[in-house]
């Protein structure tokens, strides 16, 4: 297992620079996302999996993406079908998206293959159960391909890449209360992590830190770039890990 080390410029109060010490992780995956915790992923042959006690579990079913949050544990197939595990077990949920996110307070969101943006606000994505529980899915105005969610507010990313955070999200309002807020820089995708710091991967690989975010400044104040080893393109961080998925599918665990 190899180690990699990564300096972050993170300018902060104090200026200078902190280093993350990185370990690979075995296995290897498409795509991760974690919260309070817990660490769920999906490979190339759209297994999905668990991380268990430092091993590797893989859960029944297939799905292409996954994210798990306060809002549980939720996921997309290839077909773009969208499920919950409800009891251990995926129970489907009416509706299509590509791309689907549970880190918002108790409600859940995501973007279709026609990059609309839809959110299931807190009743409806904390008593989904299954068939015959109700799903008012909400649009939202624009257009993304990525959008992700947690406790200061909603980012996201179209298909230009441009950069776009939405304020005044709540579990009653998933939808927001104000316009498209654009922000500086390009990604191809973008997380908030559990605590509502914000991280994303550009088309080159590169990964991204916003600086500033607060409950009275949700759309920070610039990046920060992560000096890495490898090129990467997805990230997820909780609990003080950055959790990195490399263009190889290698998984690393930085801290």
Not at 193 to 218: C, H, K, W
């Amino acid at each position: 297992m190899r180690a990699c080390v990564i300096a972050v410029l993170l300018q902060l109060l104090l200026s200078g620079n902190q280093a993350l010490q990185c370990r690979e992780v075995a296995g290897q995956l498409r795509q991760i996302d974690v919260s309070a915790g817990q660490v769920f992923g999906t490979n190339t042959a759209d297994a999905i999996f668990t991380l268990y006690g430092g091993t590797w579990t893989q859960l029944p079913g297939a799905l292409k993406h996954v994210t798990v949050g306060p809002s549980g544990v939720w996921g997309v197939n290839s077909a773009n079908a969208i499920f919950k595990l409800v009891n251990a077990n995926w129970v489907q949920v009416p509706g299509q998206l590509k791309q689907i996110d549970a880190g918002g307070v108790q409600f859940v969101a995501g973007v279709n293959t026609a990059d609309n943006i839809f959110c299931l606000g807190q009743d409806a994505t904390v008593g989904y159960k299954g068939p015959g529980s109700p799903t008012p899915w909400q649009g939202i105005p624009g257009a993304l391909k990525y959008y992700s969610c947690g406790p200061l507010g909603c980012w996201g990313v179209n298909a230009a890449e441009d950069i776009f955070v939405r304020k005044g999200v709540s579990p009653q309002q998933c939808q927001g209360t104000g316009d498209w807020q654009q922000v500086d820089g390009k990604l191809s995708m973008i997380e908030v992590g559990s605590e509502g710091s914000v991280y994303g991967v550009n088309a080159a690989g590169d990964i991204f830190y916003r600086n500033g975010i607060t409950s009275t400044n949700p759309a920070g104040t610039g990046w920060t770039p992560l000096i890495m080893c490898a090129k990467s393109k997805h990230v997820s961080f909780d609990l003080g890990h950055l959790w990195v998925i490399t263009q190889d599918n290698r998984i690393l665990d930085c801290s």
